[in-house]
Structures are given as structure tokens and as C-alpha cells.
């Protein structure tokens, strides 16, 4: 079965300190992992996907197959990156499974 | 460019009734999904159009749950007589195509209550 699960529900950290949220995912095939973001009042929208390989606003994540999981990273943290953070998995169809979503909170 | 758009944006109806959901997605964008987030499940899928077709209706939860979709455009979701487990905030989202990798873009989203 397809599962991706984001143990923590809240992240809490201050301005400047680096930020880790957790992903891990269950598929048996090759997946394409990505991270959305909603802000306060504002729509979901992709943040990063890892076949990109790319850094957004700071952000990266790295897909580990060997460890099923794809944590998004960021060394030093914003008030602006605080969000809600959804990873989801997208296998051999084209629906995405989402994770219940990490919240971070950047305190100044 | 327009982003995808919902409506209405909130919804409160008497259980029992039935209601209906509308999406217009991205121009041009061939790809539909709706999406179900409600408190303590996280984001849900329901149902994934590709054109006016549903090749996967899988989440869909009951049989009082139903959409569809015409001119490969604007969809609708209908959920009759509903329940209070029903209440959620409905999400839809394009994609320019099915197959793997493409970006999906969501739309604000209907906030349901059923009381």
C-alpha cells in the first residue's frame, strides 16, 4: 500500500536555527516524492519535487530509498517559512497520497 | 494567468441535503483531481479526471459521493444526503496532463459544514 507519514504535527524552532521536517513513505516501486506548503490564508502549492533536484527558498530534500524517506531541510530558518508542510508520494498513478502535514512554527 | 477557482468558497447545509462543489481548473490544463481535507485524516484523494473521463474514482467513500466533469473544463462534485462526517474543506487541483511528475495547482478550496 502507498503511505507517506510525517510524524511530527508540530515544529517549533527559532529564527536562524535549521529546520528538518520528517517524511517517510511506503510504496514498492520507484516514486516521485514531493513537498507542498500552505501559508496563513493562502492556497496549497508545490514548495519542491525530488526528481528536480533543486533548492526553493532555502529548502531542499533528498530522497533516501534505502531509508524510504525524503526530510526536507533548511539550515537556517525564516519566520516567513512558517507554514504548514505537506510531503506527498506520487507512484504509478497520478493521484497524490499526502502525510497529515508537519506545522512550523519560526519564532523571532 | 487565472489560477484554479472554487466555489462556493463555504458551504454550511442541514444534513440530509445535497450539495454541490464546482471547479474551474487552469485553462487548457487537461488533468482534474478533488481532494478532502478534514481534521486529524490529513489530505484525502477522491477522484482524478483526465479529460472528461474518471480513470480513478478509488477514493471516492461512498456511493453518495459522485462528480463529473464536461468539456473537459469545469467539474462538479456532489455529495448527496450528507452526513455530518461529510463537513471538510474540498479541494481541486490541475495538472497540464496525467503521467507521472506533473505539477498539480490548487485551487482556495470549499469549506463544508453539514450540521
Known amino acids: 500500500a502507498q503511505r507517506v507519514t510525517q510524524p511530527e504535527k508540530l515544529l517549533s524552532v527559532f529564527k536562524g536555527a535549521p529546520v528538518e521536517l520528517k517524511c517517510n513513505y511506503s510504496?514498492?516501486?520507484?516514486?516521485?516524492l514531493f513537498w507542498y506548503v500552505q501559508y496563513s490564508r493562502q492556497r496549497l502549492q508545490l514548495l519542491l519535487r525530488?526528481?528536480s533536484r533543486e533548492s526553493i527558498k532555502g529548502f531542499t530534500a533528498d530522497l533516501n530509498k534505502g531509508e524510504t524517506s525524503f526530510h526536507l531541510k533548511k539550515p537556517f530558518a525564516q519566520e516567513e517559512d512558517s507554514a504548514m508542510y505537506y510531503c506527498?508520494?506520487?507512484?504509478?498513478?497520478?493521484?497524490?497520497?499526502f502525510g497529515t502535514g508537519t506545522r512550523l512554527q519560526v519564532f523571532p | 494567468g487565472a489560477g484554479v477557482s472554487q466555489s462556493p468558497s463555504n458551504k454550511v447545509t442541514e444534513k440530509g441535503k445535497d450539495v454541490e462543489l464546482r471547479c474551474d481548473p487552469i485553462?487548457?490544463?487537461?488533468?482534474l483531481y478533488w481532494y478532502r481535507q478534514s481534521l486529524g485524516q490529513g489530505l484525502e484523494f477522491l477522484i482524478y479526471?483526465?479529460?472528461?473521463?474518471?480513470?480513478?474514482k478509488s477514493g471516492l467513500p461512498s456511493d453518495r459521493f459522485s462528480a463529473e466533469r464536461t468539456g473537459g473544463s469545469v467539474s462538479t462534485l456532489t455529495i448527496q444526503r450528507t452526513q455530518q462526517e461529510d463537513s471538510a474543506v474540498y479541494l481541486c487541483?490541475?495538472?497540464?496532463?496525467?503521467?507521472?511528475?506533473?505539477?498539480?495547482?490548487f485551487g482556495p478550496g470549499t469549506r463544508l459544514l453539514v450540521l
Open positions: 485553462s487548457g490544463h487537461t488533468a
Open positions: 510504496y514498492s516501486g520507484s516514486p516521485e
Open positions: 525530488h526528481i
Open positions: 506527498a508520494l506520487s507512484g504509478n498513478t497520478d493521484k497524490l497520497i
Open positions: 479526471f483526465q479529460g472528461n473521463s474518471a480513470p480513478d
Open positions: 487541483a490541475s495538472s497540464q496532463g496525467g503521467g507521472l511528475g506533473k505539477t498539480q495547482y
